[in-house]
């Protein structure tokens, strides 16, 4: 009996082993961190996100709060392990062109606008440069080609000016005062993801705090299994919780915004993005110019069936604007009912996909239609 024990032990022991050889072959990431996305440069080589000021990916900063622009002419690659979207190459990698004033756009757009364009501006971080998606699948270039279609003898024409030196509204601000003014713009598009408004732990999707503490695993084997089996539970979120409030009331020495490299300036409890958004609609007022204001959900919990958390982030900016007769468009209800994990880039990344740009883009498009007076 002991004998078979033992054999039994062994083989077992053996049986692990050869699985974790395997999966370390196979899949040799898998004891990473959640986030599993990465960059490569032009020459295919890989580089971690700390790295990409070392590589050249990015130059130094402009804005007052010292954040980094990309460096113009890139080429460079946001890539996924085992990543699959249609726009994705073989090695799970969506292409990014940066042209040279350091945008993600047309390599030929100049500062000055051509006579007869009317330009728009779209400023914003990552849901309005297209993180992980190819640029002709962003909305910025959706709503381009729709409001041509309405126009007659007028050209129109986009600009993707986000995650361009600015991440938070206040710099949106200061990136639209000192920078993009110079595209000479007929109207300005503020997109804003709810990480602008308050602190957001987890990068664009709040985790439950059941599930945050379990990420340390001795084999890759047990940390594949372990995603595997709690990963739908991941964004679970007690609906008796008002998320969104709790979020706001993040008190000034949390070490999350430490963990991060953020302050509490950034966010709604300070003032600053509304003093930001007061000052955006000043600026355009006196320039004849269209400001219009785009509001993105978390892409968490919009299942029917599901609670959605964040609606006191939504409420907020909805109060702000409608006080300060400030254009918004909330994308709540277009993405309702919608199963999360259908949007998202990739497991390991909760922006959207190209069909989450594709669902905003008529309701952008009618949006801005209806500021420049080419509504249906």
């Known amino acids: ?32 961190a959640t986030y599993e996305s990465y960059f490569e440069d032009s020459d295919r080589r890989r580089i ?5 000021r070392e590589r050249g990916l ?24 085992g990543g699959s979207r249609p726009y994705m190459d ?13 945008l993600r756009d047309r390599k030929d757009l100049g500062w000055a606008k051509p006579p007869g364009t009317r330009r728009i501006a779209c400023i914003g971080d990552s849901f309005t440069f297209g993180w992980g998606v190819s640029e002709e699948a962003t909305w910025v270039r959706g709503i381009e080609a ?19 030196g600015a991440l938070y509204i206040d710099e949106y601000w200061w990136a639209l005062r000192d920078r993009f003014v110079r595209l000479e713009p007929d109207v300005v598009i503020v997109s804003i993801c709810l990480n602008d408004v308050a602190l957001m732990p987890n990068t664009v999707a709040l985790e439950s705090p059941k599930a945050s503490g379990r990420r340390s695993y001795p084999l890759h084997l047990l940390r594949l299994l372990d995603t595997v089996v709690t990963f739908r539970r991941r964004f679970d979120l ?50 004849h110019i269209a400001l219009g204001v785009v509001v993105w959900p978390l892409f ?25 007769a400030i254009a918004t468009l909330d994308l709540l209800a277009t993405f309702h009912g919608q199963r999360a994990d259908e949007l998202w880039v990739d497991p390991s990344d909760m922006h ?6 594709a669902l905003a883009t008529p309701v952008i498009e009618e949006f801005v239609a209806t500021l420049i007076g080419l509504a249906k």
């Open 146 to 164: 729709g409001l041509r279609k309405r126009s007659t003898g007028q050209d129109i024409s986009t600009v993707n000016c986000g995650a361009a």
């Open 48 to 52: 971690e996100y700390s790295g990409a």
């Open 1 to 32: 009996m002991l004998v078979r024990v033992c054999a039994l032990a062994v083989g077992l022991a053996l049986a692990v082993g050869a699985a974790e050889v395997v999966v370390r072959i196979v899949d040799p990431l898998a004891g990473r």
């Open 58 to 81: 990015v130059i130094e900063p402009g804005l007052p709060r010292g954040r980094a622009t990309w460096t113009p002419g890139l080429v460079f690659y946001i890539c996924y392990r």
């Open 300 to 324: 968490q919990n919009l299942g029917h069936d599901e609670h959605y958390p964040f609606r006191t982030l939504h409420r907020v900016v909805a109060e702000l604007c409608q006080a300060e």
């Open 352 to 357: 959207g996909n190209e069909k989450a740009h």
């Open 90 to 102: 073989d090695r799970g990698c969506a292409r990014v062109d940066i042209n040279e004033l350091g």
């Open 238 to 287: 007690d609906p008796s919780v008002d998320w969104g409030q709790l979020l706001l009331s993040f008190p000034v020495g949390d070490p999350w915004y430490a963990t991060k490299g953020e302050t509490p300036d950034l966010f709604w409890p300070s003032g600053n993005p509304q003093a930001a958004m007061r000052a955006m609609r000043d600026w355009c007022q006196a320039r």
